[in-house]
T-cell receptor
C-alpha cells in the first residue's frame, strides 16, 4: 500500500494519560499535515511540516499537543494530559510541495485513514 | 483567517438526478479549491479540485465551477448513483506559501433508488 498510513487506528485512553500517534506519508511527499475531525464537522487544520520543519501551528493546538517529523519522513503527534474534549478523529495528510520529488508540482493532499481517539 | 461555508447540510436526490453543493469562501487570496468525499468510517478522498486560474473543470459525472468575483464554488454531480451517497466537503487554501485546507461543514448526500 503506497498511500498514507496511520497507527493506531483506534485509541481509548483515560483522562490525564499521554497518547502518541504516528503517520507515514506517501514516500515522495515532502509536506505532511495533521487535522482533527469531530463528528459532523469537516477536518480542522492543526499543523504542518515541510520536510522536517514545522512551518505552521493552528491556534487550536494547545501546549499539550506536540508534533514532530524528525527525519522528514514519518511524523508523530503527542497529546499530553488528555481531556475528554480531545476525543476526535486525528487525520494525517501528505502532499508534494515546493522542492519535492515527483512530477507535476501538485499540492493535492491525500489523507490517511485516521486515528480515532476516545478519552474516557 | 479563511472561512468556508457550505450548503446544504443534507441533500436527498433520486438515482439519475443531479446534485449541486455550494460553498463560499472569505479570503480572496485563496486560489485552490478541492472537494473531498468521505464515506462512513473512511478517510476523505479527493474527487476533484480547481485552481483560481480556471472557471470550470469536469471529470466524467463530476464538475466544479468557480466564481472568483463572488467567492463561491460549486460541485455538480450528474446521473447520480447509490454509490455517490456520502458526505462531501469543500475546502479552500492558498497553494503558496502554505497550503493548509480550510474545510466546509459538509453535505450529506443520499441517493435513493
Amino acid at each position: 500500500d503506497t498511500g498514507v498510513s496511520q497507527d493506531p487506528r483506534h485509541k481509548i485512553t483515560k483522562r490525564g494519560q499521554n497518547v502518541t500517534f504516528r503517520c507515514d506519508p506517501i514516500s515522495e511527499h515532502n509536506r505532511l499535515y495533521w487535522y482533527r475531525q469531530t463528528l459532523g464537522q469537516g477536518p480542522e487544520f492543526l499543523t504542518y511540516f515541510q520536510n522536517e520543519a514545522q512551518l505552521e501551528k493552528s491556534r487550536l493546538l494547545s501546549d499539550r499537543f506536540s508534533a514532530e517529523r524528525p527525519k522528514g519522513s514519518f511524523s508523530t503527534l503527542e497529546i499530553q494530559r488528555t481531556e475528554q474534549g480531545d476525543s476526535a478523529m486525528y487525520l494525517c495528510a501528505s502532499s508534494l510541495g515546493p522542492g519535492g520529488r515527483g512530477s507535476g508540482g501538485t499540492y493535492e493532499q491525500y489523507f490517511g485513514p485516521g486515528t480515532r481517539l476516545t478519552v474516557t | 483567517g479563511e472561512n468556508v461555508e457550505q450548503h446544504p447540510s443534507t441533500l436527498s436526490v433520486q438515482e439519475g438526478d443531479s446534485a449541486v453543493i455550494k460553498c463560499t469562501y472569505s479570503d480572496s487570496a485563496s486560489n485552490y479549491f478541492p472537494w473531498y468525499k468521505q464515506e462512513l468510517g473512511k478517510r476523505p478522498q479527493l474527487i476533484i479540485d480547481i485552481r483560481s486560474n480556471v472557471g470550470e473543470k469536469k471529470d466524467q459525472r463530476i464538475a466544479v465551477t468557480l466564481n472568483k468575483t463572488a467567492k463561491h464554488f460549486s460541485l455538480h454531480i450528474t446521473e447520480t448513483q447509490p454509490e455517490d451517497s456520502a458526505v462531501y466537503f469543500c475546502a479552500a487554501s492558498m497553494v503558496a506559501p502554505a497550503s493548509k485546507l480550510t474545510f466546509g461543514t459538509g453535505t450529506r448526500l443520499q441517493v435513493t433508488l
